[in-house]
């Protein structure tokens, strides 16, 4: 089998790392108490999300544009169905992460400024009761990111470790497909 690209490599470890660390900071930072610091917590978390957004839109239009490497015959179609099921709920899950987040920013009337100095636009009029909602929507869809990351995690290790294929290692970086 052949070993994923580059640049696809590259994306998905870039993508993972940033998932798993900005999932851990909001979890930090949303139980701080109100202070200037949480303030700029936050504008960083939405920083680093707006980041995570516009490298998953690349990401996915990358994978658009090539053909993964096959899964291993071995697999069911069964099988192969839930792991294509599993990655378009992933790439789904990149994208409506942020945008809730955006959503839910917009609504509580705090606009996204990026790095400080360039402010997006507001998607919604500011909503109090829509913001509370969106912030229980934007909790929930990184919930289900979690889980999904980690079935996703789980699968590789078990084709590594139990199947004895090449799904795991034909995605890590300077290794060659077995």
């Not at 504008?43 to 999300?49: D, P, Q, T």
């Amino acid at each position: 089998m052949t070993k994923y690209s580059t640049t696809a490599i590259v994306l998905h470890w870039l993508m993972a790392a940033g998932l798993a660390g900005l999932f851990v900071f909001g979890l930090y930072m949303t139980d701080l108490p109100f202070s200037p610091q949480k303030l700029q917590f936050y504008s960083w978390h939405k920083w680093a999300g707006v980041i995570l957004f516009m490298l998953a839109v690349g990401r996915i239009l990358w994978r658009l544009t090539r053909t993964p490497p096959p899964l291993p015959g071995t697999m069911s179609r069964r099988m192969q169905a839930i792991a294509h099921a599993g990655h378009g709920l992933l790439y789904l899950l990149m994208l409506a992460v942020p945008f809730s987040g955006w959503l839910m920013s917009s609504a509580k009337g705090t606009q996204t400024v990026l790095f400080g100095i360039l402010p997006l636009p507001d998607l919604l009029a500011r909503n109090k009761e829509l913001g509370d909602l969106l912030a229980s929507l934007h909790w929930s869809l990184n919930v289900a990111l979690a889980a999904v990351v980690a079935g996703h995690a789980a699968a590789a290790l078990k084709h590594h470790f139990v199947d004895k294929d090449d799904v795991l290692t034909r995605m890590l970086p300077g290794r060659h497909a077995r």
